[in-house]
């Protein structure tokens, strides 16, 4: 049984593969049927659907509100 995960903007995350520049985590920027994240090395931004981005999250780093 899957978890819903709980994700805000502005949560930094790490992701399962590593963007091509090198790096692991992102940061949440949008939020909706599609999840917006910034990576935290380049600043390149990607939009991916929801199912996809929880499919590549491995672990949520941060959160600027600690929501139960
Ligand atoms: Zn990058």
Redesign the pocket.
């Known amino acids: 049984m899957n978890k819903p995960i709980a994700i805000e903007t502005g949560a930094v995350v790490r992701l399962r593969k ?6 692991y985590e ?1 940061t949440v920027v949008r939020l909706g049927a599609d999840i917006g994240i910034e ?6 931004r990607v939009l991916l659907p929801r199912r996809e981005f929880e499919k590549r999250l491995k672990k949520i780093l941060s959160s600027p509100t600690s929501t139960p």
């Open positions: 590593p963007h091509p520049c090198g790096g992102w990576c935290n090395t380049c600043q390149k």
